[in-house]
């Protein structure tokens, strides 16, 4: 998983889904505060809303394909 800062971390799961979990400090066995599991599609719009040119049909599709894979893949 991804470390952001201060126990908040990230990861993606084999489905393509990205798991959010916030423990009490960065350190790999400390105690889980917060753990969440976010779709696909809801974590394209949270990438996408974010990015510069804000939440579009097209950043979501592109921000989709980058966490899902291109389609034919």
Known sequence: MFHVQDG???GRTPE???LIRK???AH???PVLFEQ??????W???VATVLAFG????TFDMARWF????PGR
């Open 8 to 10: 908040l971390y990230f």
């Open 16 to 18: 393509g889904r990205v």
């Open 23 to 25: 423990t009490t400090t």
């Open 28 to 30: 790999a066995d400390a």
């Open 37 to 42: 599991v976010v779709d696909a599609d809801a």
């Open 44 to 46: 394209a719009s949270v």
């Open 55 to 58: 939440e579009t049909s097209m």
């Open 67 to 70: 966490q899902t894979g291109f």
